[in-house]
């Protein structure tokens, strides 16, 4: 081999292959103060080691169950890499994953995340990790570490990817749902702030057919564009069920409002024998669904089948304790409707009547 292609070879740098390490590390020096105003406690937010710590016990917890989730934000993000709009979307992935262990009856303690992209922007990384952190504080959940992946030739120029994993933990017999669940239980739903983390992919060849752009002013919102409106976070539910819970008042079972909507998701909570009697019109969809269902043509079902439509989050309470429970979601700033109830199955899981306003 000559002499040049040799020095050349053995001049290359992780750099040349497209991975910045000096970038990564001034990434990890910006978020240092964001990660630390998530410490809760029983947290050790400092990051730059090869492992999170929590302790349980400086926690509060005497025999607990760990609970663990994680999840993704999905195409939702492709709206932010186009749109330019970066601080919402890492709301969103804690949203997914807390909201998930909160329906369980497990405190959130601790996240983690991972980023990965092709070449590593650091204005673009903070942004997402700022809104991680915004969740986390929402959530009392301590961010205590995660992973930056820059890949060249995996991504596209200024594509990125999110993925979340959540542990909270309960008491040892304080888990949901409870194993008293019957017909005649009142179905709570507790308002979501649009369309959530979910449905994105029909959310997008929807926009695609109406011929907007996400600089358009939204249709169905003034003051702001399509694209904000769309990607306005997941809200999380976290403070206002523990508060719920801690205060002693019986919730049964929880079912956060995700991909599948109500027709999979309420099933998730319920014994076999029960279906979920829902009435449509109890339902004050946000406007956006009424643009989603009418310009994309999607029929009711499938809009309950693929949406919130403005409820993300079902809880589960005995007839006799719904009133004492819904006035303590009002104290916490909750407008809880009475979605429906409880019945004995005879066929389908969920059953509908009523008209959803579009």
């Known amino acids: 081999m000559p002499d040049e292609i040799k020095k050349n070879t053995n001049s290359l740098s992780y750099a040349d292959a497209g991975v910045d390490i000096d970038a990564g590390n001034a990434l990890v020096d910006r978020i240092k103060p964001v990660v630390k105003s998530t410490a809760r406690p029983g947290s050790d937010t400092e990051i730059g080691g090869f492992g999170g710590l929590f302790d349980l016990k400086a926690a509060g917890f005497k025999d607990p169950i760990l609970v663990a989730a994680n999840d993704g934000v999905g195409t939702k993000l492709k709206i932010a890499i186009d749109s330019g709009i970066h601080d919402t979307v890492g709301i969103d992935l804690v949203a997914m994953c807390v909201n998930d262990l909160i329906v369980q009856g497990a405190e959130p303690l601790f996240f983690l995340d991972y980023y990965a992209t092709g070449q590593l922007d650091n204005d673009v990384a903070a942004a997402v990790i700022e809104g991680i952190a915004a969740g986390c504080r929402d959530a009392n959940c301590a961010l205590i570490g995660g992973e930056t992946a820059e890949m060249p030739g995996m991504y596209s120029k200024g594509d990125y990817d999110l993925a979340g994993f959540c542990v909270g933990a309960a008491e040892r017999g304080n888990m949901l749902p409870t ?4 017909a005649g239980d009142v179905l709570i739903g507790l308002r979501s702030s649009g369309v959530h ?6 959310v997008r060849k929807i926009v695609e057919i109406s011929g907007l752009n996400w600089q358009s002013p939204a249709p169905f919102e003034d003051g702001v564009t399509l694209g904000e409106a769309l990607l306005r976070p997941t809200r999380i539910y976290v403070r206002q069920v523990l508060a719920a819970l801690k205060a002693g008042h019986k919730i049964k079972a929880l079912a956060h409002i995700t991909g599948g909507g109500f027709t999979e998701n309420i099933p998730r909570v319920l014994p076999d024998t029960l279906a979920a009697s829902i009435d449509r019109s109890a339902i004050k969809a946000p406007p956006v669904f009424g643009w989603l269902a009418n310009t994309g043509g999607v029929e009711t079902n499938e809009m ?28 916490e700033g909750e407008e809880p409707i009475v979605l429906g109830a409880l019945i004995e199955r005879d066929g389908d899981a969920v059953t509908y009547s009523g008209e959803l306003a579009l």
Not at 197 to 202: A, E, H, I, T, W
Not at 304 to 330: H, P, Q, W, Y
């Open 304 to 331: 309950m089948r693929t949406f919130n439509c403005g409820v993300g989050m079902v809880l589960v309470a005995s007839k006799n304790e719904a009133d004492e429970l819904i006035n303590a979601l009002k104290d």
């Open 197 to 202: 983390s979910n449905g994105y992919s029909l």
């Open 179 to 182: 194993n008293d669940i019957e």
